[in-house]
């Protein structure tokens, strides 16, 4: 099993034909592009699926597809509950700030 694994961000590099390039020449066979966002917008009905045909145009061997976003499945309200949780743990003195945090100074309550 070969996996490219490669972080694209909308307005940075690599872009989706760079990445999807990128994958192919480590032996991918087939590119699931998986868009990191909660709900489904324009991005994922339009602008990713035609950014991920246009990049297969050049790899016409190599399959592709473009799943949902993540807050569509359930268990992200579970991840939520968790970093609330953890999060009002820090608050109160019970756990270390989390990793996205740490450093920032952002982990703590306003008033």
Known sequence: RNICEDIVF???EPTIKEAFGKCVQQGASR???SPY???PGRHWKQDIPSLAAEASKEHSNVAYI???PLGLHELMVDIMNDRIKYCLRHVAGDADECAV???TGKCHLYS
């Open 10 to 12: 909308e307005l940075a």
């Open 101 to 103: 945090c740490a450093g």
């Open 31 to 33: 590119i699931i592009v």
């Open 66 to 68: 473009v799943t949902a």
């Open 37 to 39: 966002f909660l709900s």
